[in-house]
C-alpha cells in the first residue's frame, strides 16, 4: 500500500520508556507511514519531536484515571465532557491531514476513540499500562472505554502479560506485540570476564510502585549482616516530595556511602558501563524498557517476580535472577547470590540475555509488524454501526458541558499558597544572603527540639537546614504527606501528645488558623514559620 496517514496519541507530558519507544517506532516506520503525533499542550519534551522531524499538534486533553476509591459522579462527568471536547478538536486534524487510521499509544485516554468513530475511520489501541495492578488507580468512565475497546479495529498489548490479564479480567481480546527497541543505541560487546564490581544500576521513576525503597531495606539487610562493599546507583525523576524521603530515610539509615540517587537522563550507557548488575523492583510491570536495555548492556539483572519482569527474565531465570516481589530480605539473599555466582555462570546468563533482547525487542521487526497489522486493518475496514454509543456520549456531553471540578476556585486558592509561600522564600533567601541561619532563633529561644507541621516545600528545606545545627526535629506532620509517609514517620497530633519544646507550622497561607488550632488543644509553643523569619528583620534592613 501507499505511504499512509496515521495519527498517533501521545499522552505522556515527560520524557520515559513509552516516549522513546513511540519516537523510535516514529522515526522507524517513515518509509511507509506519514506519521502525525498530538500531544497534551502542557508537554515539555517537545523537541524530541522536532528534532525527529515528526509533525505534532497540541491538544488539550487529560488522563482519565484517578486514585483507586478516589473517582465520584462529578469527576467521571468532568471526565466525560473533556474527552468529547478533545474529540471534537481532533476531528479538524484529522480532516487537515487526511488521517486514515488512529493509533492510541495508551489506555489512559480515550478521547480518540470517540473522533475516529465521528470521523468513520479505523483506530488501535495500544495498552501499555496495568493502571490497578501497577499504580493502584482506576479508569473514570470504565463503561463507556470498555465499550470503545470493543469497537476497536485491534488492541494491541505489550506483553503477554497484559495480553492475558486484559483477557482474564475483562474478556477483552488483543494481539502481543513487543516493542522495539534500536539496538545498536544500547547494545554493548560483551566481552568474557572474570572479575565483576559489585555495583548496581536502578534506573527508572522514582514511585513506590517501582520499588526502590525495598532496594534500600535490602541495601540495610546486607549492611547488617557485614556486607558492606556494594553500592547501588538509583537514576531517576519523581516527585519531590517523595525523591526528598527517600533520600532523608538512607542518610537516616547511613546508607550513604552504599547509595546514590542521581537525576534522570536520557543516556546511560556511561553508567550501564560502571555497573555489573541492574535490578527491575517494580510491581506488576506490563513490560520494562529498562530491563531489556539492561540486558542488551550487558547488565545482569536481577528482577522482581512479578509481571512482565518474570516474562522477560524467565520463569525459571534464564536471562537473569530473580526474587520474590517487596521481599527485601529475598532480594538482599538475590544481590548475594548473584555476586557469589561463578562469573563462568554469569557470563552464559548475560549472553543468553542480550541475544533474546536482540531478537525480540528488535525495531526493525516491530516495524514490520506494526505496517503490516495497519494495511489489513484499512483493507478490512467496513464503518461500524454505531448504534447508541456515540449518541449516549453526545447526550451526556450536552447534559453536562457546563460542569466543572470547581478548577477556577481551585487554581485560586493555588495561586494564594504559592504567594504567600513565595514572600516566606524570599525573605529566607535574604537572611541566607547575609550569612545567618535559622538555627540561631532556636538557640536564642532555648527551643532545643521541634516538630514541623507543614512538610511540603517549605517543611521540607527547614527539615534540611536544621538537620545538622543540633536542633532535632522529633516529629513531621501533614494532612497529605504525599506517601513520603511511606519512608519517613508522620505523626498525627489529634492521636498523640507531642513532647517537644516548639512546633513550627510552615502552611503559609493557613498559619494562624493552624496555630490557633494547637492552642486550643492546650499546646503553649506554637511558632509560625513567619515569625522565625520575622526574628531577623533588623539584621538584614
Known sequence: MDRKNVLYIFNDIGFGGAAQSLLDMLVGIKNSVNPIVVVREDIIIEEKFIEAGIKYYKVCFSVDYVKI?????????????????????????????KIQLIHINSSVTYFAAIAALIAGIPYVWHIRELLEEHFECEFLNWEIKEKLYKQADKLIAISDYVEKTYYEKYSLKTIRIYDGLNIKRYKKHIEITKNFNRTFIVPGAITPEKGQLDIVKASEILVARGFCDFKIIIVGNGSDDYVWALKKYIKRKKLDKNICILPYCDELSHLRNQAAYAITSSQNEALG????????????????????????????????????LHNSEALADAMIRVIKC??????????????????????????????????????????????????????????????????????????????????????????????????????????QNISIYGMAALG???????????????????????????????????QEWLEVDAIIVTVALSEKQIIDGFIEQGYEKVIGLSEVLDSFNEKIM
Open 460 to 494: 521540607k528545606r527547614l527539615y534540611d537546614e536544621l538537620e545538622n545545627s543540633g536542633i532535632e526535629v522529633r516529629y513531621l506532620m501533614d494532612k497529605n504527606p504525599k506517601q513520603m509517609d511511606k519512608l519517613l514517620e508522620f505523626i498525627s497530633p489529634d
Open 69 to 97: 476509591g478516589t473517582a465520584d459522579e462529578n469527576k467521571k462527568t468532568y471526565d466525560l465532557v473533556q474527552s468529547y471536547e478533545a474529540a471534537l478538536q481532533l476531528l479538524s486534524i484529522i480532516k487537515r491531514e
Open 289 to 324: 524498557r529498562v530491563t531489556i536495555e539492561a540486558m542488551l548492556s550487558g547488565n545482569f539483572v536481577i528482577g522482581a517476580k512479578s509481571g512482565g519482569t518474570t516474562e522477560i527474565v524467565g520463569a525459571k531465570e534464564e536471562r537473569g535472577m530473580l526474587y520474590e
Open 342 to 447: 561463578p562469573a563462568e555462570d554469569k557470563n552464559l546468563i548475560i549472553k543468553a540475555a542480550q541475544e533474546y533482547a536482540e531478537k525480540a525487542f528488535d525495531l526493525g521487526r516491530y516495524c514490520e509488524i506494526l505496517d503490516e497489522l495497519y494495511d489489513a486493518v484499512l483493507i478490512s475496514y467496513k464503518p461500524k454501526e454505531q448504534g447508541d454509543l456515540l449518541d449516549v456520549i453526545k447526550e451526556k456531553y450536552e447534559k453536562n458541558n457546563n460542569i466543572t471540578l470547581g478548577e477556577c476556585g481551585d487554581a485560586v486558592i493555588r495561586y494564594k499558597k504559592s504567594e504567600a509561600a513565595l514572600g516566606l522564600a524570599l525573605k529566607w533567601i535574604k537572611i541566607k544572603q547575609k550569612g545567618y541561619d535559622l538555627a540561631e532563633y532556636f538557640i536564642k529561644n532555648d527551643i
